[in-house]
């Protein structure tokens, strides 16, 4: 009696499927490595990479009115001093209003948190019977990690700049990069990856798609920390909610990290509202952080990025606190910029090749 045939695709090559395997192993060890090197070189480096990366977000912030100048007829020196200078007199002076405020409230804000942590505790001890020492055993050890947190980070990447000659290293270095850039910064690209031949009209159009993204993201997170600011400081003042232009500054600065800050600065309007106007209004006040964060992320940030930049809230959480821990608060700050980054210069390099016209568009226009 003859065995039947088996079906086709019933039988499972092993070895290839081991081969496969191995290989697909061996590319994320690659990966991993190569990931690992330049995280290593990027914090050994941090004197200079930490004013390389906030140069390159603020040449994304101004260099399309620089070359919007230029294209009208101004000449390229005198409109990148133009954009620069103006540009920095007024995210400089928009920042010192900001941290004058925050530090100007700092006792005020201190004193309600600690009339908030009062009453939540004496609250959970009638109510929820719980041990009014035990939780300020708790509370001791909480503020306790917040310290040790605050501190690290502190230390990270910013340790580099623990001197007043490093500061001032750091921010003239900056500001060199950041004429640079502005100035040259198409020029300097097309230069960069003209010997790469083969890949050269690829990598011109990734260079143009990552500065595009940069551009639409840091224009949006300065719009949307300034609409985050004003919509919840004109909710706290029409609860009556003390300490408005504080929390309203808090916000502002919060609204740089994506995601977590939004949320922590939420958290701190909400404690205050409820220890100076009791639940109620405290429960309106976090209906209203809600909904302006609600406007950001449906609204806000397709209008003003578009649906190429946004990377989904998982992955912008994962990215916020891999900087963290990595570079401290430099970290934080651009950490996601630097996902999208890659995510769109990955993207572009493995998409099909265009045709040649198209590739000598796009970097004629890089090199503009």
Request: glycine residues 12%.
């Given at each position: 009696?003859t065995?039947p045939?088996?079906?086709a695709?019933?039988?499972?090559d092993?070895?290839?499927?081991?081969?496969?395997?191995?290989?697909?192993?061996?590319?994320?060890?690659?990966?991993?490595g190569?990931?690992?090197?330049?995280?290593?070189?990027?914090?050994?480096?941090?004197?200079?990479?930490?004013?390389f990366?906030?140069?390159v977000?603020?040449a994304?912030?101004?260099?399309?009115?620089?070359?919007?100048l230029?294209?009208?007829?101004?000449?390229?020196?005198?409109?990148?001093?133009?954009?620069?200078?103006?540009?920095?007199a007024?995210?400089?002076?928009?920042?010192?209003?900001?941290?004058?405020?925050?530090?100007a409230?700092?006792?005020?804000?201190?004193?309600?948190?600690?009339?908030s942590y009062?009453?939540?505790?004496?609250w959970?001890?009638?109510?929820?019977?719980?041990?009014?020492?035990?939780?300020?055993?708790?509370?001791?050890?909480?503020?306790?990690?917040v310290?040790?947190?605050?501190?690290?980070?502190v230390?990270?990447?910013?340790?580099?700049?623990?001197?007043?000659?490093?500061?001032?290293t750091?921010?003239?270095?900056?500001?060199?990069?950041?004429?640079m850039?502005?100035?040259?910064?198409?020029?300097?690209?097309?230069?960069?990856?003209?010997?790469?031949?083969p890949?050269?009209?690829?990598?011109?159009?990734?260079g143009?798609?990552?500065?595009g993204?940069l551009s639409?993201?840091a224009?949006?997170t300065v719009?949307?920390?300034?609409?985050?600011?004003?919509?919840i400081g004109?909710?706290?003042?029409?609860?009556?909610?003390?300490?408005v232009?504080?929390?309203?500054a808090?916000v502002f600065?919060?609204?740089?990290?994506?995601?977590v800050g939004?949320?922590?600065?939420?958290?701190?309007?909400?404690?205050?509202?409820?220890v100076?106007?009791?639940p109620?209004?405290?429960v309106?006040?976090?209906?209203?952080?809600?909904g302006?964060?609600?406007?950001?992320?449906?609204?806000?940030?397709?209008?003003?990025?578009?649906?190429a930049?946004?990377?989904h809230?998982l992955?912008v959480?994962?990215?916020?606190?891999?900087?963290v821990?990595?570079?401290g608060v430099?970290?934080?700050l651009?950490a996601?910029?630097?996902?999208?980054?890659?995510?769109?210069?990955t993207?572009?390099?493995?998409?099909?090749?265009?045709?040649s016209e198209?590739s000598?568009?796009?970097?004629?226009?890089?090199a503009t």
């Amino acid at each position: 009696m003859t065995t039947p045939p088996e079906p086709a695709g019933a039988r499972v090559d092993v070895g290839r499927v081991l081969r496969s395997l191995a290989a697909w192993s061996l590319r994320l060890l690659l990966i991993a490595g190569a990931v690992w090197l330049v995280v290593t070189v990027v914090g050994r480096l941090s004197v200079v990479t930490v004013p390389f990366g906030v140069a390159v977000l603020l040449a994304a912030l101004f260099g399309p009115p620089a070359r919007w100048l230029v294209g009208r007829g101004v000449p390229r020196g005198l409109a990148t001093a133009g954009v620069v200078v103006g540009g920095l007199a007024v995210v400089g002076g928009l920042l010192w209003f900001v941290v004058r405020s925050v530090v100007a409230g700092m006792p005020a804000l201190g004193n309600s948190l600690g009339e908030s942590y009062g009453r939540l505790r004496d609250w959970a001890a009638g109510t929820l019977g719980l041990d009014a020492d035990e939780l300020n055993r708790l509370a001791g050890q909480a503020k306790g990690w917040v310290t040790g947190q605050k501190d690290s980070l502190v230390s990270g990447v910013w340790g580099a700049f623990s001197t007043v000659g490093s500061v001032l290293t750091g921010v003239v270095l900056t500001l060199f990069i950041l004429v640079m850039l502005v100035h040259d910064g198409p020029r300097l690209w097309a230069g960069l990856i003209r010997p790469f031949a083969p890949q050269r009209h690829r990598l011109a159009e990734a260079g143009r798609r990552v500065f595009g993204e940069l551009s639409a993201y840091a224009r949006a997170t300065v719009a949307i920390a300034v609409i985050d600011a004003v919509g919840i400081g004109v909710g706290l003042w029409a609860t009556g909610v003390p300490l408005v232009v504080p929390l309203a500054a808090v916000v502002f600065l919060g609204a740089f990290v994506p995601l977590v800050g939004a949320f922590v600065s939420g958290l701190l309007a909400v404690a205050v509202a409820l220890v100076s106007q009791g639940p109620v209004v405290a429960v309106i006040v976090a209906l209203i952080v809600i909904g302006v964060q609600q406007l950001e992320g449906n609204v806000l940030e397709p209008l003003l990025m578009g649906n190429a930049v946004r990377l989904h809230a998982l992955v912008v959480v994962l990215a916020v606190a891999i900087g963290v821990h990595l570079a401290g608060v430099a970290g934080a700050l651009l950490a996601v910029p630097l996902v999208a980054a890659v995510r769109t210069a990955t993207v572009t390099l493995l998409e099909a090749p265009a045709s040649s016209e198209d590739s000598e568009d796009s970097e004629d226009e890089v090199a503009t």
